[in-house]
């Protein structure tokens, strides 16, 4: 209180949000080279980049807990943008895996459900972006179920029909989407952008960035620099510069 009674307080500068919403590629997306750390870095002091990634999660629990993650409230807590990033989990095989499994009809439907919620929370189709599960690499990812004692419990195939629910999703609700499961398979070959066979390498975090932020700079691109450029903090008083309305 005595730092506020001597430099008087202004008022509080509010940081707009940028929400990524996932599974373990998004929970991952914050180690060093890390698609949400890029993300983070290249929107510093004008956006924080929340993540809100939780490994081994479908589309069934993240709908359950997606309204404790955000509830309606003031106009400047909307998150300026909202990825959500599902189907790596959804798409394993019932047989091999039915914890993680979820029908592709249900899978669809859950990913519209939560498009829909964010609408009745005030953050508009058009600051939405959907991502499709990434291509899995079928041998790499064997000898990780190997390791882990079970069979492969993915296959590629069925992943790309969880990709094409995600992009009629995207069209039937008006969002933005990120078809990575066709745009990593253009490249010759796609076991470079994959760690073991399903989550992203280093080449495929950085692949994931280079294709993900023009569909957030298009959302951002109006966001001021948060608070002055230090050349321009008025010398003799800087409380005329860092406390007035004009924090750009």
């Known amino acids: ?85 599902f189907g790596a989990n959804d798409s394993a095989l019932k047989d091999e895996n039915p914890k993680q499994h979820i029908p592709l009809e249900e899978y669809a439907t859950n990913l519209k459900s939560m498009v829909q919620y964010l609408k009745s929370v005030d953050i508009p189709e058009n600051r939405v972006i959907l991502i499709t599960p990434t291509p899995l690499c079928e041998t790499a990812w064997e000898k990780e179920c190997i390791i882990q004692g079970c069979k492969l419990n993915r296959l590629n195939s069925v992943v790309g029909e969880y990709a094409n629910a995600c992009l009629q999703v995207a069209q039937d609700c008006g969002t933005d989407v990120l078809d990575l499961w066709t745009l990593m398979q253009d490249s010759q070959d796609f076991s470079s952008y994959l760690s073991d066979g399903l989550h992203l390498s280093p080449k495929g975090n950085e692949f994931l960035f280079s294709h993900l932020w023009p569909l957030i700079e298009k959302k951002v691109s109006s966001l001021p620099l948060l608070l002055p450029y230090w050349r321009d903090v008025a010398e003799a008083k800087p409380e005329l510069s860092l406390l007035g309305d004009g924090d750009h």
Request: net charge positive.
């Open 1 to 85: 209180m005595a730092l506020c009674e001597a430099a008087g307080c202004g008022s509080a500068v509010l940081w707009p949000r940028l929400l990524l919403f996932g599974d373990s590629i998004t929970q991952f997306s914050f180690q060093q080279g890390g698609w949400g750390a890029s993300l983070a870095d290249k929107l510093v002091r004008k956006c924080d980049v929340l993540n809100r990634g939780f490994s081994g999660y479908n589309t069934r629990w993240a709908k359950i807990i997606l309204p404790r993650l955000i509830r309606k409230g003031n106009s400047l807590d909307i998150p300026v943008a909202v990825t959500i990033f």
